[in-house]
């Protein structure tokens, strides 16, 4: 098991320069933040620093990838299989068994690559252009020759070319959610923060690959290529190990079982030939060769291929697109999911859903997202927002003091242009009834003062018709609360009743803003200083949010009762995250910050992780240290991001989980599962689909391996006992062949089992063969090799040829096989039902399809001169079909002993 490295802090040699004021970075860096480097500075510079790019990582040539897919001990027995088969002249059936081998190589050899087009696609999330102030003068060039101490000028839509220590910034905004995971843009400022302050508190830094959504910057580079932050992460993706699945590595570990098995049995059956019974040499090696080719299971990875593939066609139905097959079943045995919160849990729409009204009231708003549905309602009474000034006057503000814009956008929702904050505003607004073209009509603006970083506020100027005039001021609750003296509709104002409620709605996670007005004298055509400084009236305080989906409230309690744990990692605060987490139904007390992992040791994480569901405020190796405690703590763990900084987690995961939405191309990169909603409850019901891929498998082998063991069973009870032996090696591979390409594959279509999601998960170590898995095989083993040797031994005591007799054990190991598989649909629930025989209709077709096989394989002359059979009689069919029967009774009184035993799973 992997373990994620650790966080690792900054080198010595690098400052933090978000802790550094501007003039003391300029001066480390040794730059004139007026005229910037001279081209000959910036030239030395980049042959000692490099360019401003992430470097290739060293890769293995394809054709030795290619290679080591067949370094596995499963291939090696296939191959084996394949080659003994072709060595006994059965060209087709080596041909099948060799195919699904080089497929298989195939598929692993294309599968790898994956890390390293996560890596390519972190590489491409760098800026191609950008403005810098050389020698004076502003020059584009190319982001590639940006080094440290350039001065590089940002404008809206400018994707940050590298690590920038800001050095000027007016209304600068920029969109970290690809570092961050958060939508929303964050104002940068000058002043230094803490020198421990996470990525998203690094208010005087934009880092390389980010977004600037408004205003303008100028920065000086402190940090290129491998050294950004977007750099350091797509190291922390090259570093992480690719985990093998808990199926591929059940099937290793069966791999090795069953080749240590026939080596065993062969090795037995050698020395017996040769030192006690004597046999022929030849004899004897077609005897060993004949047992091989019973015991190995060579349509194993064709039925498991095809279970898997069609799991993913099921998922991908239900927007889940699964991009390694695999990943299906690791989904189904998934121990803990780590979920980002933003747009997978949430909505990713900022509501409006507390409104603070002058008179103490407080109303609740109702409805999410940007569509005007929902109402407001204090405590259980609905209010009416026309009959309601208050209300109204609220609403007004929020609507005119705003530039967002919220419509239809054409597929049955809303769409936002602009900030998500006022669209939550405008939608507020819309709920209270208020039309936006109507209202603008009536209140037509006149000015703005847009909102500042500084000041934390917005203003607007607007008069009616009839010449009056006023400002509306949104923003920081305590730069408004500040510029009133009284309420709206009359009352006393008291700042400390208002700022209590601004605190309450701040506890609960919400984001608190203050709405408020101040009529100006009629002909006011702009906003001056003096209108701001004006004493404002109150309209009220909205708290918002950006609310849980209520289908994944839903989903994260089916998890809960599934048995698995669900966590939530986000780059949020600690209060706003532990609001929503109670919302959903996590255990958010106790909420653990990145900060607080910092101080942490591995072993105090790992407890820490297990009893804390809410991590705020995580980077990326926060996020790598938490899969790692929890996989130490045998967990298997299904990681969930749409950012580049989720990429290495979600290839350190179990299993990565990306958001095809809204994520970037390196997150879907690193996954092995890709939602096409970006909605955790489609998580669910992947976790319900890898559950019932995962015991479709198990049907399958539970029905293929008694088949496989039976004729092992058969042939080595005839040499031991001295014998003929029921079947020839060429009769086993039809057995094999045909059963495994029609019952065991009709298992893949096999649906849930009853309450599949009210069981713990299984696991991760539990092998594939169970102990109770084990006994019904060696139990429906004996069976079989009782009724193939009692019809063989039958048939020649009524003196029928040896070809005759063969043909009739063949045709019993097959009946037999076709009444096991509808023993085989439920694993201990009894088949004395309909639902046995209608629950499944492709098992009826494949059953049907056997049936015609071995009609011709009976009675059809080539068959007869391939395989030495012959045609049987009504009395030989009567015979095998009592034997069928018999061991359909016999495996379902071994079920009902199970379920006495409370033993309801295998």
């Known amino acids: 098991m992997s373990s994620a490295p650790p966080h690792r802090p900054a080198s010595p040699d690098t400052p933090p320069w978000h802790a550094l004021t501007a003039d003391a970075v300029c001066a480390a860096l040794e730059v004139d933040p007026h005229t910037g480097l001279s081209a000959a500075e910036a030239a030395a510079r980049r042959v000692r620093h490099g360019e401003n790019r992430l470097p290739e990582p060293q890769r293995r040539p394809p054709w030795l990838r290619f290679l080591l897919q067949f370094h596995n001990p499963l291939i090696y027995v296939l191959l084996a299989a394949g080659l003994v088969t072709l060595a006994l002249g059965s060209h087709v059936d080596a041909g099948v068994i060799l195919g699904v081998v080089l497929i298989n190589a195939l598929i692993g050899h294309i599968q790898e690559g994956k890390a390293e087009r996560a890596l390519d696609a972190v590489r491409g999330m760098l800026a191609a252009r950008a403005t810098v102030l050389r020698d004076g003068e502003r020059h584009p060039v190319d982001a590639a020759e940006l080094v440290p101490g350039d001065i590089v000028l940002l404008e809206p839509g400018d994707k940050v070319p590298a690590d920038l220590r800001l050095l000027q910034a007016h209304n600068l905004r920029t969109v970290e959610a690809a570092l961050t995971g958060e939508s929303a843009p964050v104002d940068k400022t000058l002043e230094p923060v803490d020198a421990g302050a996470g990525i998203g508190d690094r208010h005087p830094v934009c880092h390389s690959g980010t977004l600037v959504a408004f205003g303008q910057g100028r920065g000086v580079v402190v940090a290129t290529g491998a050294r950004t932050e977007i750099g350091r992460i797509g190291t922390l993706v090259s570093e992480v190990d690719t985990l093998a699945t808990p199926l591929t590595r059940r099937l290793d570990q069966f791999a090795r079982q069953i080749t240590g098995f026939i080596l065993a049995v062969s090795a037995l059956t050698v020395a017996y030939g040769l030192f006690v019974a004597h046999m022929p040499l030849l004899d004897l090696f077609l005897a060993v060769v004949g047992i091989a080719v019973a015991a190995i299971p060579e349509g194993m990875p064709a039925v498991v291929t095809i279970v898997l593939a069609i799991g993913t066609r099921t998922m991908a139905r239900k927007k889940a697109i699964v991009r390694r097959l695999p990943a299906v079943e690791t989904l189904g045995s998934v121990t803990v999911i780590c979920t980002d919160k933003t747009g997978t849990l949430t909505r990713n729409e900022m509501s409006a859903v507390r409104l603070v009204l002058p008179g103490g009231r407080t109303l609740r708003v109702s409805g999410g997202g940007y569509a005007p549905e929902g109402g407001f309602h204090d405590g259980s009474r609905p209010v009416d927002p026309e009959a309601d000034e208050a209300l109204a006057a609220a609403a007004h503000c929020a609507l005119l003091c705003n530039d967002a814009q919220i419509g239809p956008d054409g597929a049955g929702g809303w769409s936002l242009v602009g900030d998500p904050t006022e669209g939550a505003l405008l939608a507020l607004a819309r709920k209270a009834g208020l039309d936006p073209q109507d209202s603008t009509r009536a209140w037509p603006r006149l000015d703005t003062l847009p909102f500042d970083s500084a000041r934390q506020f917005m203003a607007t100027l607007h008069h009616d018709h009839d010449g009056h005039a006023r400002v509306l001021l949104k923003g920081a609750p305590e730069r408004v609360l500040a510029r009133c003296d009284r309420l709206a509709g009359g009352g006393a104002f008291d700042p400390d009743g208002w700022a209590a409620e601004v605190a309450r709605a701040a506890g609960d996670g919400e984001r608190v803003l203050a709405l408020a007005r101040a009529p100006v004298a009629r002909g006011t055509v702009s906003l001056e200083a003096a209108h701001l400084d004006a004493p404002f009236e109150l309209l009220g305080l909205v708290g918002i949010i950006d609310p849980p989906r209520e289908e994944a409230i839903a989903a994260v309690a089916q998890c809960r009762d599934a048995g698995i744990r669900v966590k939530m990692i986000t780059g949020d605060h600690a209060v706003t995250a532990a609001a929503i987490g109670s919302e959903l139904g996590l255990q958010a007390e106790g909420t653990l ?314």
């Open 593 to 906: 910050t990145g900060e607080q992992m910092d101080r942490l040791d591995d072993a105090a994480l790992r407890a820490r992780a297990l009893d804390t569901d809410v991590i705020a405020r995580a980077s990326p190796e926060h996020k790598l240290r938490l899969i790692a405690a929890l996989r130490a703590e045998g967990h298997l763990v299904a990681m969930t991001g749409d950012g580049v900084n989720d990429a290495p987690a979600l290839k350190s995961a179990d299993i990565g989980v990306a958001m095809g939405g809204k994520g970037t191309d390196a997150a879907r990169e690193a996954s092995d599962l890709v939602l096409t909603d970006d909605n955790f409850a489609t998580i669910a019901r992947a976790v319900r689909e890898g559950r019932v891929v995962f015991d479709n498998i198990k049907k399958s082998l539970m029905h293929m391996l008694p088949t496989n063991g039976g004729e092992a069973g058969v042939i080595l009870l005839a040499i031991f006992a001295g014998l003929p032996l029921p079947v020839t090696a060429g009769q086993i591979l039809w057995v094999n062949t045909v059963t495994s390409v029609t019952l065991a594959l009709s298992l893949a279509f096999e649906p849930a089992e009853h309450g599949v999601m009210q069981h713990p998960p299984r696991p991760p170590s539990e092998a594939l063969i169970t102990r109770a898995l084990g006994l019904r095989i060696l139990f429906v083993i004996a069976l079989m090799v009782a009724a193939t040797f009692g019809v063989f031994h039958w048939e020649l005591a009524r003196g029928s040829s040896l070809e005759l007799a063969r043909t009739a054990a063949v045709n019993t190991i097959v009946m037999c096989e076709l009444f096991y598989l509808f023993n085989v649909r439920h694993f201990t629930a009894h088949a004395f039902r309909l639902e046995t025989l209608t629950g499944n209709r492709v098992a009826l077709g494949v059953g049907a399809l056997l049936i015609v096989l071995q009609l011709l394989f009976t009675y059809a002359p080539p068959m007869h001169a391939l395989f030495r059979s012959a045609p049987l009689d009504l009395q030989s069919w009567s015979v095998i079909a009592v034997s069928g029967l018999l061991l359909f009774i016999a495996v379902e009184a071994e079920k009902a002993l199970l379920r006495r035993l409370r033993i309801h799973r295998l």
